[in-house]
């Protein structure tokens, strides 16, 4: 007859039940602390809110301006004004040196606003003479207004005072004296604010002006290319 087999040990039973309790609970413990961290609301600053409702208005003010604004354009088509040199007339022009001349010029600018609905304001106006690529005189004008569809003539007085010119040109600038026929370049740089009711919108031109004038002292223009562009 076989011996029985040993009684099983309690003291290993306790401590395993132990340990899947001690688990469990520790399981149970870690949902527990996973539910509560779930369950906790996390409030938004409320300086992001502002922000993010601020940028959204902006952005949509934007959108609509530029609808408006290139419709505006479509419908009315601006242009920009033109400036010419109807008249001029070349007073004097003598070198006190092979190299350094006095001059005196007299020109009558023609600015017009082709705009039937946009008034325009020149705010700044530079104007500058030339001769083969060689400043001889500067003058600034005096900003103005002009109403749609408006023309300005004004008078401009440039003196050339002791300017040097190269070998070269000085003797082309005497020769075409002596020939009575003198060809400068007039360069006016314009900032100009256009206005439509409460739109309002600047912009650069250039104008650009070949003159062929005769002799001094009573030197008249002859012929005139003029051009603006922006």
């Given amino acids: 007859m076989l011996p029985l087999p040993p009684p099983p040990n309690r003291s ?3 401590v395993i039940s132990i340990k899947k309790q001690t688990d469990s609970t520790h399981a149970a413990n870690g949902k527990s602390k996973k539910v509560a961290v779930l369950r906790r609301p996390h409030r938004t ?4 809110w502002c922000s993010a409702i601020i940028c959204l208005l902006f952005s949509l003010l934007l959108i609509f301006f530029g609808i408006a604004t290139l419709i505006i354009f479509l419908d009315i088509k601006p242009k920009i004004p033109l400036f ?22 007299t020109f009558i600018t023609n600015f017009s606003n082709p705009n039937r609905r946009i008034d325009v304001r020149f705010e700044y106006l530079y104007i500058e003479l030339y001769f083969m690529d060689r400043l001889i005189a500067t003058q600034i004008l005096e900003p103005f207004t002009q109403r749609r569809g408006e023309t300005i003539l004004g008078s401009v007085h440039l003196m050339s005072s002791l300017v040097y010119l190269p070998p070269y040109t000085a003797k082309e600038l005497q020769k075409q004296v002596q020939s009575n026929r003198v060809k400068l370049n007039i360069r006016g740089s314009f900032r100009v604010r256009a206005s ?3 739109i309002h919108f600047s912009y650069r031109l250039h104008g650009r002006c070949q003159l062929e004038m005769t002799g001094p002292p009573t030197g008249i223009l002859v012929t005139r290319s003029c051009r603006t562009e922006q």
């Fill in 196 to 198: 439509l009711n409460a």
């Fill in 45 to 48: 600053n409320p300086i992001i």
């Fill in 84 to 105: 010419d040199i109807p008249a001029a007339n070349l007073n004097s022009i003598y070198f006190v040196s092979p190299e350094y001349f006095n001059g005196d010029f």
């Fill in 12 to 14: 290993n039973q306790i």
